[in-house]
């Protein structure tokens, strides 16, 4: 099983811009398609970009298409998540995980792990 560490999160203003990193143990980062989800207060969780274990292909949830990036560096065992034109929607607790594709972790399943989260505001 892959450790998940997310860092980056933080307070940021509308329009502004973040990047979080999610550092992986182990020695088969390169094996896993990579997640991230994100939970607001009082809402479910939700799935928000996928990347497959070579780079592509990748999925975003509609309300971040065009917006957000992500990307993976398997030499640094570390998947990113570049965040553009924030939006105080945004604001929520944000997730990585892994699994088996990223296909699946579209939809929650066949998942290895999940890192702690980290948090992520956007002010209006």
């Known amino acids: 099983q892959v450790q998940l560490v997310e860092s980056g999160g933080g307070l940021v203003q509308a329009g502004g811009s973040l990047r979080l990193s999610c550092a992986a143990s182990g020695h088969t980062f390169s094996t896993y398609s990579m997640g991230w989800f994100r939970q607001a207060p009082g809402k479910e969780r939700e799935f928000v970009a996928a990347?497959?274990?070579?780079?592509?292909?990748?999925y975003y949830r509609d309300s971040v298409k065009g917006r957000f990036t992500i990307s993976r560096d398997n030499a640094k065992n570390t998947v990113y998540l570049q965040m553009n034109s924030l939006k105080p929607e945004d604001t929520a607790v944000y997730y990585c995980?892994?699994?088996?594709?990223?296909?699946?972790?579209?939809?929650?399943?066949?998942?290895?792990?999940w890192g702690q989260g980290t948090q992520v505001t956007v002010s209006s």
């Open positions: 990347i497959s274990w070579s780079g592509s292909p990748t």
């Open positions: 995980a892994a699994g088996a594709t990223a296909y699946e972790l579209r939809y929650e399943a066949n998942l290895n792990s």
